[in-house]
DNA sequence: GATACGACTGACCGACCGGTCAGTCAGTGA
DNA sequence: TCACTGACTGACCGGTCGGTCAGTCGTATC
């Protein structure tokens, strides 16, 4: 069977059954998780026996590992897209924060499948690509923020790091959550990703507080540093 | 099935199977997910055999639910808990985040279950039961934030929901990706829970940006609404 | 003592799991 | 022409899955 033939390599399908295993696995684990997946159901959705894919590959973990690493490496390739940016501090941010998350939606299988390894214990091999992954666009925002810092945009007490984590930890809260927002009813921005990302650049540049407000809190917290949380244990 | 009877039952072990079964389920279905754990397991753990969980409760989806179920109600009571609070909106902030994480942290399985079924879609009856519990956090959140709003202790023209999904974001977000942030040399901050909730807090409320950054911003972009995001597409 | 009942178990079921294997077949090079 | 190769398949493997069932045991009721 198969033969599917597209064009230019003469008798053999072309239409690549490796290719085709590896997009059915990638959808199908990416939305069930390894566990919930059979092979029977892969050698179904991509057309092929299941011993064929046994032919390729060597096993169902190693399957599961090479949709990851193509996962990865696609993954890599968005993130290098995005960067080479210019501006202020705001711009850039804002731009990285739009992108990151447009990229995220817009190749929706790959993120969840690399979200759901990282968050999981366990499982070397799996866990280390992704979190290459997840590092790279870590330290990418890092750099970002420390440039801005030096350039004395960014408040000098301020951690890169912190930011970071609560800018990237925002929008992957809302690329998981997305669904589950859109029940809420006081939640109005939950079917757009670039509004959403625009207002958390936003609350993260110029704070929540009032002015009023915020004369109060400096007059509370004379000390430069963390001014919440000073209460008995 | 299930008798009640949690005590006084004289020469049963009154160390209620059922309990029994349920405290293993949790752990189990917490680390592991639905679909790799096995009644075997189960069992096992629970000392008690295969069938037995089948006298008291129907099939595996069963159990989950009824485990998802107390899960729930457990976090439910935690929430409660960790409300009736008064005092200016930073103060409420802080101690909404930092209970928040801390009983995060402390119910790890609980936690662990009511956000594993949150974030993967169809099922719906798990869903709605995690949904619900969620959706009971955020409105606390967002009544905070209404209150603070009513006193002009909060910006006029910020949202409300759109706080609070930052908020509990930034949260939910370092709960799931500890390990990982644990693994950068940049993060400084990932063994310490506390010391996370009250920076996220402290950046929510008075920004990131220095003194001068936010004068230029606001000569940017007079227009009172958002500030950020005004680039070509 | 007879009876009834709920908690509990070991043996068992069909279905399906990941994985293997002998063999088919088209293309290739000598 | 023919040996060889690699992609590919249907039939099959041992094992485990969720789930069933006949039956044992301890206790409560009459």
Redesign the interface.
């Known amino acids: 069977m198969v033969s599917g033939m597209t064009e230019s390599t003469p008798t053999r399908p072309a239409g690549d059954a490796t290719a085709r295993i590896l997009t059915a696995a990638e959808a199908l684990f990416a ?1 069930h ?4 997946v059979s092979m029977n159901t892969i050698a179904e959705r991509a057309s092929v026996s299941k011993a064929n894919i046994f032919h390729h590959f060597s096993s169902k973990k190693a399957l599961y590992l090479a949709v990851l690493r193509v996962a990865c490496r696609d993954s890599t390739q968005y993130l290098q897209e995005l960067f080479v940016e210019t501006g ?4 850039r ?3 990285f924060a ?1 992108k990151q998350i447009a990229s995220m939606f817009e190749h929706g299988e790959v993120t969840r499948l690399i979200l759901r390894e ?2 999981k ?1 366990g499982e070397r091999q799996g866990r280390d690509l992704a ?1 290459k992954v ?2 790279d666009n ?2 990418q925002l ?1 750099e970002i923020l420390r440039t801005g810092q030096a350039r ?5 007490d ?9 800018l ?3 929008m ?3 690329f ?2 997305q ?3 859109r ?2 009813p ?4 939950a079917h757009d990703p ?1 509004r ?15 002015d ?3 004369k ?2 400096r007059r509370a917290g004379k000390n430069g540093a ?4 000073q ?1 008995k244990e």
Chains 1, 2 share one sequence.
Do not use: C, Q, W
């Open positions: 939305k998780g390894f566990d919930a202020t501090l705001p711009e941010l804002a731009n739009r990282l968050l214990d979190e997840f590092g870590f330290a890092v004395g945009e960014l408040r000098a301020m951690d890169p790091a912190m930011i970071a984590t609560l990237i930890g925002a992957v809260f809302f998981e959550s669904e589950v927002l029940h809420f006081d939640v109005k921005f670039k959403y990302s625009g207002l958390v650049v936003d609350i993260l540049l110029r704070g929540i507080l009032s009023s407000a915020v109060n809190l963390s001014s919440s949380a209460h």
